[in-house]
């Protein structure tokens, strides 16, 4: 019943952007998709998934990851049910599967998100 489904993800070439969107619908969460904390994530093979950034029901509170501060930018229209990430200036290093996910408060650990999309893979060529 309740979905999130990430896109704009591909190849792209160090210093590029990429803008990923994250579309929510179920008939429960689709009604209350302004009361859950929106996060990103990302995995590289081999490695744990990590927090990328997230941000409040209202839009405006948001929380980066160290590695991503500066260069993305995460933001949502509640209207339309949809998060976004925003990638300039990437890196190889930022080469990953990423997930977005849902849950009642901020947490950056992904095991306490509760809703997750399929993932949508970054690549970023050297």
């Known amino acids: 019943q309740v979905q999130l489904v990430e896109s704009g993800g591909g190849l792209v070439q160090a210093g590029g952007s990429l803008r990923l969107s994250c579309a929510a619908s179920g008939r429960t969460f689709g009604r209350t998709f302004t009361i859950y904390t929106m996060g990103w994530f990302r995995q590289a093979p081999g490695k744990e998934r990590e927090f990328v950034a997230a941000?409040?029901?209202?839009?405006?509170?948001?929380y980066y990851a160290d590695s991503v501060k500066g260069r993305f930018t995460i933001s949502r229209d509640n209207a339309k049910n949809t998060v976004y990430l925003q990638m300039n200036s990437l890196k190889p290093e930022d080469t990953a599967v990423y997930y977005c996910a849902a849950a009642e408060n901020y947490y950056s650990n992904y095991r306490e998100y509760n809703y997750w999309g399929q993932g949508t893979q970054v690549t970023v060529s050297s």
């Open positions: 941000i409040r029901w209202g839009g405006v509170t948001t």
